[in-house]
């Protein structure tokens, strides 16, 4: 794999290639990526159904073709996740995705190349504010993981009170991003090692381990698998035990679990993006990614 | 449930309503905490048999109806913990229950209502020096949980180097606190963290979990499960097989493996007291466990 | 046991009596020693044979009978690291041992009496110097566990990124110091927490426990147990889906899993070795080891 090689540097972050990973499931990137390039919808992202009388919100990621991870896409999330905390009639939120097949393809490779190194720090810090906002909600968070979650939409479904996956065997979810050269934060490593365990984890960032629902669901990476027709019914069973205990007693216990590991990039955070914008924007990262993205291009001519 | 409502307020303790909790399994609260509130018996709540030959104490929790933590019953516990961690002829101390299907409810409610601000602090102070002890006990020790267990007892459990339970499935234990609208302080979830993990943790927390002994089992909560007649033979030859350990080497290495989070109580003893006379003593909640009370006179009547 | 009672005092080391532990397995233990004490070879203790079409070196532990850690194992085994870790051609390299029955044996308590606190420091930095090197290696090491690997051979296998052992159920591993009086120090424990967590380290420490392949493999200190015929083929066959992972993510990852770990005995390295050195020159510790070897004498007659 002649773009792995080319990334064997030491790098910070992670995602970079999530529609890679998706295509190493899926084998069908560059028809995913060059449609996204031509995509200037302005449609939006995220499609958002809150219900007055349960207080229960269904956030879909609906941003063709794989709810990648784009500023513009962060930004919108961020905002109705936002918008959902500060609404005193909402007490839990079910996410998900419309995009068949997947749920998010993780981070977006087009943010990272060709771009200013502001531009690069304004996306990173979009992605840190993502993981911030949901890691740390009040609100109880379900992830209904309803197709493949590589890299960043693994991470999005760990920031999650629970998760329920679909039981398609072919759905794959983890931390992959060192299959592809790359390397997951320390955030990251700390969201999953809080999750799955310190040896667990150290087993699947080292190998890049994409686990199917069975296999996630026995190591602990998801709560629960269930036929994929009965995901949105079960993550709203599941919501309605969760919100009959207390919110103020949940949400403190949450914050006292959750507290030292967010704390730890809120005090880091400048010093993660700029390592971040220096890995990012090295010519030799710049021109791996160009070669890439060619190659897209020719495999899709 | 108009209490737990009323308790949604930040809060720094647990137990509060531990009986409430075994009123949750067993819907006989009402009567267990009026009769002992009219229990002025000065009868020991605790007895101890020492084995001299074997080394082996049975300590039996004794105080009816459902062994309440009050501030009685854990200076009473420290003084023979104490004594027999003095006592060279005592190497192991198994924890039991004499009251019939319960190991023990959790921290006393009446210890906590229209009480002033010192009595307050004095009872919580109580509590952290029970699990200073027997968290950090150089004797083995082993808890034959031959009933509920729920919050503070649940602690106690926890506490000990190994935790046999009776097989009745009607029986329970864990932390849940919150499932009454109050939380557990850092300490407690560091000895569940330490027991079954981070994420096991979280979610027994959050949710406010009760365990059958087969459930306990499954995620370590406890380590062995056997019928109600073979519990104490049972924590009796689990004892010889700890005692068989040199003790010196037993106890600096069990030494290491809890130091640490022993520490973090030691130097935030006084702040966590604080804490809690300060959320104790606010009207509201003080309204709240008048109110409570009243409610379980009139049940009662 | 005479030793054990006799070595009850606080210690910070480990593995003293590792051969002892070979005998409480295989009772060969004086036959062991003795001729080890016998033996001046100067053949190599290490053999190295490096494939340099695959990248992969099988790294054999050869120092008959048990491949106790002598201060001379342990110097030849970091000089081979050393050469390999430095050598482009080697990605990864496999640990087992050529002799039957053991992986290895432990800590030569050879090396521990009747010498000088000198010597005692040295050999305590070989110890902590194999740690350090083989923890923190940036190549892929996988421990093949050809036999029994009680104390010391533990903590090797421990810092590998992957463990097989052979099924023979007579094989048995795990850091069973405690079982002969002494203690673990915290690097040891620190290793097996980020292999098996908190509860089952605390378990596995305080009691001393030797797991066969069955058990070591269902609480995770094994990876996984396969016939003894087919274990280097299974390592080499592992090792290939490791080395398809860009060695530079890989080895960023590994060092972000394992980092704070190293880095807690880097900042403690010379207050470690006085703890050692201090306490194994005391004469109640020497006349303990005296009285050992004697014994073993008088068997061996």
Not at 47 to 67: E, F, H, I, R, Y
Not at 140 to 147: D, L, N
Not at 208 to 220: F, Q, V
């Amino acid at each position: 794999m002649a773009l792995s090689s080319a990334l064997r540097h030491r790098c910070g972050f992670f995602g970079l290639l999530s529609q890679m990973s998706s295509s190493v499931s899926h084998g069908r990137v560059s028809t995913v990526l060059l449609s996204q390039m031509r995509n200037n919808s302005t449609s939006p992202k995220i499609k958002v159904d809150l219900n007055q009388s349960t207080g229960v919100a269904v956030l879909s990621m609906q941003s063709p073709p794989v709810n990648s991870l784009s500023l513009d896409f962060l930004t919108e999330l961020c905002i109705s996740l936002e918008k959902l905390e500060m609404d005193r009639a909402c007490r839990g939120v079910i996410i998900t995705s419309s995009q068949p097949k997947v749920f998010s393809a993780g981070l977006d490779i087009l943010e990272m190349y060709g771009k200013s190194p502001e531009r690069c720090g304004e996306f990173w810090r979009a992605v840190q504010e993502m993981w911030l906002k949901m890691y740390g909600s009040n609100m109880v968070t379900i992830a209904a993981i309803s197709g493949s979650s590589p890299a960043g939409g693994c991470l999005m479904s760990m920031t999650c009170d629970y998760r329920i996956m679909a039981d398609n065997p072919r759905y794959t979810i983890g931390l992959n991003e060192t299959l592809l050269g790359i390397v997951a934060p320390f955030w990251f490593k700390d969201t999953m090692v809080n999750t799955v365990g310190h040896r667990t984890t150290e087993l699947a960032l080292e190998l890049g381990l994409l686990y199917s629902p069975e296999e996630a669901l026995k190591i602990g990476l998801v709560d629960q698998v269930v036929p994929q027709e009965q995901l949105l019914a079960t993550a709203t069973e599941t919501m309605t035990k969760w919100l009959a205990i207390p919110d103020h007693a949940r949400q403190i216990t949450k914050s006292m679990m959750r507290k030292p590991t967010i704390d730890k990039l809120t005090s880091n955070r400048e010093a993660d993006i700029k390592n971040f914008v220096s890995f990012i924007t090295k010519d030799s990262i710049q021109k791996s990614l160009h070669m890439y993205l060619e190659m897209l291009k020719k495999r899709k001519a």
